[in-house]
């Protein structure tokens, strides 16, 4: 390092780049919000999402730590470490990132949308720091739930347990009444 290099602008951090989303030309279909291996919600080490609770839909262990929209809509609240939106064609999406994340206060997380944004599938939403949670002693699986999942004739997982999915995959179907 010479002398006048402490003088030099440091470059931005590149934004992350926006995935392909196969969910965009699907009607009723959710994409990965996030890449890495998708797991069943039965088996989110957490009783609550778990037991799909706070609805149906499909996990993912995290490999990146940018959250994507993984429908277009409608943001309708942010809470450091989830995201919920209303996407266009009525279906309630929460994507919440870790098990006992909450207690982290939004430490680790930087929110990219607010209330009442509109996002379009395949749009930064969320990033986190897996280093934070992991330190704190919490799991970083990215859940991606249908919280209105009893108005529909079912919700369902698109991909194999175990798979490596990519964000912007297709990885949850809902099927109407």
């Known amino acids: 390092m010479g002398l006048f290099d402490i003088f030099?602008?440091?470059e931005a951090p590149a934004a992350p780049s926006v995935p392909s989303v196969d969910a965009a030309a699907a009607p009723d279909t959710l994409c990965a919000p996030v890449t890495g291996k998708a797991i069943k919600m039965t088996d989110v080490p957490d009783p609550v999402f778990g037991t799909e609770v706070l609805g149906k839909g499909c996990a993912i262990w995290p490999d990146d730590p940018t959250v994507y929209a993984?429908?277009?809509g409608t943001v309708t609240v942010t809470m450091g470490h989830a995201v919920g939106l209303m996407s266009d064609d009525g279906i309630e999406v929460l994507v919440h990132v870790g098990v006992d994340t909450v207690n982290l206060q939004g430490k680790g997380?930087?929110?990219l949308v607010k209330k009442d944004d509109k996002v379009k599938a395949g749009q930064p939403m969320l990033q986190f720091d897996k280093q934070v949670i992991a330190d704190a002693g919490y799991k970083d699986v990215v859940v991606l739930a249908v919280s209105n999942t009893a108005e529909f004739a079912d919700v369902a997982m698109?991909?194999?347990?175990e798979t490596s999915v990519t964000a912007g995959t297709a990885v949850v179907k809902v099927t109407r009444k």
Not at 158 to 161: D, G, L, N, S
């Open 8 to 10: 030099k602008k440091k």
């Open 70 to 72: 993984p429908v277009s």
């Open 109 to 111: 997380f930087t929110v």
């Open 158 to 161: 698109e991909v194999e347990p």
